[in-house]
């Protein structure tokens, strides 16, 4: 199993990123996905979740800022994030989940600042 995310970077407040998480070795469209994300000195957090049947739900903190999609097709989960805040700054991570069966993916570093 392979999740390989991408579209980090820094961006400043009010400004959007969209993360990508494409997976491997899996069958991906009966996996649960979510992104959580890991601050400095943070538990990490889950941020966002999509179910295999597309359900979604959100933290609070993201609620009306962030997406969560996926792409069956493409074997890839989506984040969008939108009018980013210096306090979303954390590594985003993404992870597939399927009854015991949880896999990992790297992380990718979202940094908000002017």
């Known amino acids: 199993v392979q999740l390989v995310e991408s579209g980090g970077g820094l961006v400043q407040p009010g400004g959007s990123l969209r993360l990508s998480c494409a997976a491997s070795g899996i069958i991906f469209n009966i996996y649960n996905m979510n992104w959580y994300r890991q601050s400095p000195g943070k538990q990490r957090a889950l941020v966002a979740t999509?179910?295999?049947?597309?359900?979604?739900t959100y933290a609070n903190s993201v609620k009306g800022r962030f997406t969560i999609s996926r792409d069956n097709a493409k074997n890839t989960a989506y984040l969008q994030m939108n009018n980013l805040k210096p306090e979303d700054t954390a590594i985003y991570y993404c992870?597939?989940?399927?009854?015991?069966?949880?896999?990992w993916g790297q992380g990718t570093q979202v940094t908000v600042s002017s």
């Open positions: 992870n597939a989940n399927f009854g015991i069966n949880s896999s």
């Open positions: 999509i179910t295999s049947g597309g359900t979604t």
